[in-house]
Nanobody
Framework: QVQLVESGGGLVQPGGSLRLSCVAS????????MGWYRQAPGKQRELVAT???????NYADSMKGRFTASRDNAKKTVYLQMNSLRPEDTAAYYC???????????WGQGTQVTVSS
C-alpha cells in the first residue's frame, strides 16, 4: 500500500522557518515528480512547488525566494524548506507523488502549518 507521510508542520511566528518532510513508501521513487500543495480554510488547494526526479524545481510565484523544495531519492523523501513565513502561508500542506510513466498519483494526509504571533 502506497503511503505519503508528511511531518514538520506546526505553529511558527511571522518571519520564522519550518522544514516539512514527506516520506514515500513507493517503489520506483525516482520515476515520481514530487510536489507540495497547500489548502487554506475556504480556499482551493494550490500548488506550492514541484521537483522532478532529476531535481528540477518549479514554484508558485508567491513562494519563490522563500521556499525551497529538495529530495533525497535514496531515502524516498522530499523536503520543503519554508523561510520568511507569513500569516497567509497558514494552511494544510500536502505531499503529492505523480508518475506519468506508471500512471499513478498519490496524496499524503497533510500537515498543518500555522503562522501567527
Amino acid at each position: 500500500q502506497v503511503q505519503l507521510v508528511e511531518s514538520g508542520g506546526g505553529l511558527v511566528q511571522p518571519g520564522g522557518s519550518l522544514r516539512l518532510s514527506c516520506v514515500a513508501s513507493v517503489s520506483a521513487f525516482r520515476t515520481y515528480t514530487m510536489g507540495w500543495y497547500r489548502q487554506a480554510p475556504g480556499k482551493q488547494r494550490e500548488l506550492v512547488a514541484t521537483i522532478t526526479s532529476g531535481g528540477t524545481t518549479n514554484y508558485a510565484d508567491s513562494m519563490k525566494g522563500r521556499f525551497t523544495a529538495s529530495r533525497d531519492n535514496a531515502k524516498k523523501t522530499v523536503y520543503l524548506q519554508m523561510n520568511s513565513l507569513r500569516p497567509e502561508d497558514t494552511a494544510a500542506y500536502y505531499c503529492n507523488a505523480r508518475s506519468s510513466l506508471l500512471g499513478a498519483e498519490y496524496w499524503g494526509q497533510g500537515t498543518q502549518v500555522t503562522v501567527s504571533s
